[in-house]
């Protein structure tokens, strides 16, 4: 079933997205997720159960571009629920965290769940996490390969600095939006209070976790 959103539905907006956090456990995404919609970098953030999501509302060209946020747990135990919200994401965020070579070895597992489980008009980007942090792992040229060979927008960031996090959802947001006006001529209005109007959509790009990383943890 749908799930219920907040009043600030009720706003006018030209474009809804639904965007999708995945990774494993311990990157990091709910930090991002709360940092962008809140303004808050959450201390001792504990593990995610299941799925949670926020609403933010952004402007590009002046028109205002809602976002729903989902949050997925990283842990093996959830992934049949998260998996069923990767096939109506326009837009999957995979993130890993830059001190933790495990989390990068996992990607191409979670590939593997994209290119099963999601449209494959899916927007895809790639999230370097905790670049606050001075045991990096992960050189910045390593991700940016794995991006460009993977057909996904990169990123690094710091949800505990603030640093990118607006980038990387302004970004999303600009690259949906402009892939919508130019293929989606029905999506000139409000979308329905169902979402069925929402299209498929891609733009042609160029804490520790758990060291079992491909548990998924």
Request: contains cysteine.
């Amino acid at each position: 079933a749908r799930p219920y959103l907040t009043s600030e539905i009720m706003e006018d907006y030209k474009f809804l997205f639904k965007v999708v956090l995945i990774g494993n456990a311990g990157v990091g995404k709910t930090c991002l997720v709360r940092r962008f919609t809140q303004g808050l970098f959450p201390p001792g953030q504990g593990a995610t159960i299941g799925v949670d999501f926020l609403i933010k509302t952004v402007e590009v060209d002046g028109e205002k571009v809602k976002l729903q946020i989902w949050d997925t747990a990283g842990q093996e135990r959830f992934r049949s629920i998260t998996q069923s919200y990767y096939r109506s994401a326009h837009a999957l965020i995979l993130v890993y965290d830059i001190s933790c070579q495990p989390t990068f070895d996992c990607l191409p597992d979670w590939l593997r769940e994209i290119e099963q489980y999601a449209s494959p008009k899916v927007l895809r980007a790639l999230v370097g996490n905790k670049i606050d942090r001075e045991d990096r792992e992960i050189p910045t040229h390593i991700g940016e390969e794995f991006a460009r060979r993977s057909d996904m927008y990169f990123v690094e960031t710091s949800a505990k600095e603030a640093d990118n996090v607006d980038k990387l959802f302004t970004e999303i947001a600009v690259r949906l939006t402009a892939e919508a006006r130019a293929t989606h001529a029905r999506y000139s209005g409000r979308p329905s209070a169902t979402g069925d109007s929402l299209p498929d959509l891609k733009e042609a790009a160029g804490d520790k976790g758990d060291h079992a990383c491909c548990r998924m943890l």
